[in-house]
Nanobody, 115 residues
Framework: QVLLTESGGGSVQAGGSLRLSCTAS????????VGWYRQAPGKQRELVAQ???????NYADSVKGRFTISRDNAKNTVFLQMNDLRPKDTAVYYC?????????WGQGTEVTVSR
């Protein structure tokens, strides 16, 4: 089992920045993938950014060039640096991890971007 704890959400004005953190209860080095999803009100959950064990990074087209995913293996933590935030980025952001054949989710952290 993998427990994920997110932090770093909040409210910002458009153009601002936030950094989300996700700390896992086990080494992230051995996870198949770890990343961030988001769910806006009335919409489906969507992938934002992901780092895979292969080293591949995946980003949603809507965040490319603005968001950066990174990891600190020593601290079992994955970060999502979000710059140039826009109102459309408003959502609950969830950390996700794939381990063996299971998927794990954090409790979510809310991000609100105002005009």
């Amino acid at each position: 089992q993998v427990l994920l704890t997110e932090s770093g959400g909040g409210s910002v004005q458009a153009g601002g920045s936030l950094r989300l953190s996700c700390t896992a209860s086990r080494s992230i080095f051995g996870l198949n993938a770890v990343g961030w999803y988001r769910q806006a009100p009335g919409k489906q959950r969507e992938l934002v950014a992901q780092t895979r064990i292969s080293g591949r990074l995946n980003y949603a087209d809507s965040v490319k060039g603005r968001f950066t995913i990174s990891r600190d293996n020593a601290k079992n933590t994955v970060f999502l640096q979000m710059n140039d935030l826009r109102p459309k980025d408003t959502a609950v952001y969830y950390c996700s991890a794939e381990y063996l054949q299971d998927e794990y989710w954090g409790q979510g952290t809310e991000v609100t971007v105002s005009r």
